[in-house]
Structures are given as structure tokens and as C-alpha cells.
């Protein structure tokens, strides 16, 4: 799905997202002369640091948000490597078919709902024997931000303005099922596993903010002004019921999948 990004916004998550690529990049073992392609880059920090661990190889970071692009060519000229490539483009507008050793995507794969058709792409972007390793957090009820827009919803009578709403995100039913996507996609040696993943925020402002980041706004956007106001008031109160003194705790899976073309 096309979202305009907040990149303010979203630089005060993006820490967090950044520690769930930490195993993701501890199971690619990525080389200092490999090509690799960070598929829905956002502003790149990620992709600067893969590049610095390919140092003799190179990166190819794509998004589809202009907002995340022009932020990553910032923080590129900050950086200064030589070896680094950002696009405005998703897996399909590539025509560089069968180049890249390592294809990886952090928290990127959920906003698309098409999955075997993307899975095709990114393995046509590989070598035969390249590695694809992603990771994406499951946006199913019990998701922290699903579970209290749930609420709010019902606390407030709002469920009849979702009654032509399309959810946003992708949510696979089982991690077997997804295994079985990237197989049909043509992609061996597949291992797909569920990880619990905690965040804990200062305060309720400061979790709310991590939900702007991630998609409140898709979620009251079949909402009449007034009513969102209320609506995300609401979010913020339920938010703060969950301040156990030490902050807000958020719970939440995450599936990773690695797998070779
Ligand atoms: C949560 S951000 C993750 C950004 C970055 N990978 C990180 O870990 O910080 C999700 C990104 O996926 C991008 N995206 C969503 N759908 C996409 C698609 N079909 N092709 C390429 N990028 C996409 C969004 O524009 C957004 O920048």
C-alpha cells in the first residue's frame, strides 16, 4: 500500500525497528563483496549499515515513499560511502533480473498484500543460490495497535464506519502457511519462525507516537474529523491504562523467514 510517511515520524521508531534487522542480519552473514538490494529501504539507515559491511561489494536500497528516498539521499551524503544506490521503485520496476547475492526487508512485507506475486519478484532479483532474509511484525488482533483501535472502536460506537473499510495490512494465518508461499515462490532451504517482540515506551504519548509511526492514520481514516479526534483519545487513554509505572509494554510477533533462490 502507498502511504504518504511522516520521515520525523518515523525517525523516532526507527531505532526500534532497527533491533528487530538485528537478527536478520546476524542469519544472512552478509560478505564484504556482495551485491544486495534492502527491499522498502525507508530513509536508509539500514542500508548504510549493510553497506559498511559490504564495504567492497554494494547496496541497492528501493522504496516506493518519495518522502523515505529523499531522506535516505540525505543521510547518504552525511555518510559519504561509495557503494550505495537509492530508488523511488518496489521489487517488480527492477530490470536487473538474477543480480543480487542477499535480498533483505525489515518491516516491509505486511504493507503489501499480494504476497506470492512480490515473492516472485524478489526471487527473480536473485542469484540462483542468493539469500532472501525479511522480517515483518503480524498486525493480527493481538497486536497492541489492532487490539486498542479494537477497543476504542467499541468503547466509542464507531463499527459502522468500518463496514466498507479494507484492512490495510497483510496478516499470514500460520508461519507453515507462509513457508509454504515462499516454496510456491520457488525458493528452497525456507525457515520461517514467529519471535516475540517487547517494546517498552516512557509514557502513553511516547507509544502513541509508535502507533502515528506505524499506521494509526490508515486506521481512522474511514473516521469524520470530530470522531477521529475522539477516536485517538481514546487510543491514547487505553494507552495509558497500560503505564504500569514503568512504562507502556507492548507485546508482539514478528515472523522471519529466510530462505535461497
Ligand atoms: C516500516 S517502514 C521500514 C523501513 C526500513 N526498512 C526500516 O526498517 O526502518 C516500511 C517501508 O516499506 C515501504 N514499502 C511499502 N510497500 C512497498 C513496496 N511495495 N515496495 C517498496 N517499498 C515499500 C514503505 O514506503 C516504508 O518506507
Redesign the pocket.
Known sequence: ???P?DTRQ?AKT?SL??R??ADLLAALAIRPDEKIL??????????LEIAEIAHQGSVVG????LS?IEQAKRNLRVRRLPNVEFLV???ADLRTDGSFDVVF????LH??KDQPR?LRALHQLLKSGGRLGFQFPLLDAAHPLISACQKAIDALGLAPRYSGWTFPWYVPESADGYADLLREASFRKVAVTRHETRFIFASASAARGFFD??GLDLISRPLAPGEAGAFREEVHRILASLDTGEGVRLDFSRLYACAVA
Open positions: 500500500m502507498n502511504r510517511w518515523y526507527a525497528q532497527a528487530a534487522a534492502d527491499f522498502g529501504c525507508g530513509m536508509g539507515n539500514l542500508t528501493i522504496d516506493t515513499s523515505m521503485a518496489t521489487a526487508s525489515n518491516s516491509v504493507w503489501i512480490v509511526a506505524v
